[in-house]
């Protein structure tokens, strides 16, 4: 058994001649697991990636529900009249195309969804194009 702790979080110390108990590590595990997972909560974010599209709605897997995410295609501009290749996405603001009546991408809690060609204007995820991402998360 340890014969002393450590001051801000009591962790276990032993001396040299202390003997060990598995419940003191697990404990001391368990305590410096829930400090970590403290400290990162609060630490933003961000990740760059890109897809190919296949034409068909689609999830883009990002293992948390990003505060935003910055859509764009190479082959387009998000400030294009005729055709949307992107744009910014927000939890409760998809992005919209076709006079705002279709979704063309929204966020999900595991990251966001990108839909096919449903017109001629919904293009985060026409077929064969490539598309890059930067999601983020604050």
Not at 44 to 68: D, H, N
Not at 98 to 111: F, H, L, R
Request: net charge negative.
């Amino acid at each position: 058994m340890a014969s002393n702790y450590t001051e801000n979080y009591q962790l276990p110390l032993w001396a040299a001649d202390d003997a060990f108990l598995r419940t003191e590590f697990n404990d001391a595990h368990e305590k410096i697991d829930g400090a970590l997972t403290e400290i990162t909560a609060g630490v933003p974010k961000i990740v760059a990636g890109s897809y190919v599209g296949t034409g068909g709605a689609r999830e883009i897997s990002l293992g948390f529900q990003p505060s935003a995410v910055l859509l764009f295609s190479c082959q387009g501009s998000t400030y294009s009249s005729a055709d949307t290749y992107g744009g910014l996405i927000a939890p409760g603001m998809p992005l919209k195309c076709n006079a705002q009546t279709e979704t063309a991408a929204e966020i999900t809690e595991t990251g966001f969804k990108v839909y096919g060609a449903q017109s001629n204007c919904c293009l985060t995820n026409a077929k064969n194009v490539t598309f890059y991402y930067i999601a983020f998360r604050w």
